[in-house]
Nanobody, 129 residues
Framework: EVQLVESGGGDVQAGGSLRLSCALS??????????VGWFRQAPGKEREGVSC????????YYTDAVEGRFTISNDAAATTVYLQMDNLKPEDTAVYYC????????????????????WGQGTQVTVSS
């Protein structure tokens, strides 16, 4: 059974850092072309793609709003995907979700996530000014 479990969210002041983790079960990053991505949804806003990685240590994508501040990576076993978030801003406040599917990285360029099959439950990140 495929499951994704996020952890690492919390409250932080602007300029601070957090590292989110997405524990994968039932598959590894890159198996059957599965990519893993991070999305976020702020109150009253649509869900947006933040970052994705397609293969262990492979190419990655970042939305413009987080480029240079966030880093996506995976552990050696390719069963956990991390999102290191530095220099956090109040506008980064949102529920962060990890997701897995061969189409995840393509989904970053659209707002249609209906084809992304697997989602975690989300973890709250709150950045205060």
């Amino acid at each position: 059974e495929v499951q994704l479990v996020e952890s690492g969210g919390g409250d932080v002041q602007a300029g601070g850092s957090l590292r989110l983790s997405c524990a994968l079960s039932g598959f590894r990053l890159g198996d059957d072309s599965i990519s893993v991505g991070w999305f976020r949804q702020a109150p009253g806003k649509e869900r947006e793609g933040v970052s994705c990685i397609s293969t262990p240590g492979g190419s990655s994508y970042y939305t413009d709003a987080v480029e240079g501040r966030f880093t996506i990576s995976n552990d050696a076993a390719a069963t956990t995907v991390y999102l290191q978030m530095d220099n956090l801003k109040p506008e980064d406040t949102a529920v962060y979700y990890c997701a897995a599917d061969p189409l995840v990285c393509l989904a970053m360029y659209s707002t249609d996530y209906a084809e992304v099959r697997y989602w975690g439950q989300g973890t709250q990140v709150t950045v205060s000014s």
